[in-house]
């Protein structure tokens, strides 16, 4: 019952947009990766939206802006498991 969670890969066509929201519940937010096969919040399919982190501060819930700063403070996504080569 506690499947890790999968993530689709997302290429942001939008300079900066590139924090996704789930518009159906509004409590979910990645960066550049929405969760598969469906939101673990309220399983909504396709309801994923991007928006720039500054929308997000403009807009969402105290609750949504954490998460998504959250989501910032992290390195981007690996691509391919080069994380060790990363350090000087
Ligand atoms: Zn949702």
Redesign the pocket.
Known sequence: MSQPQTFWPVESDEAGAEFLV?M??L??VFRRRIPMPD?P??H?VS?YEAFTLDSIRDWGTTELIAKAEAEAAQPAPARSGSLAEAEG
Do not use: F, M
Request: aromatic share 0%.
């Open positions: 789930c159906s519940c409590s979910e939101c919040t309220c909504g309801t």
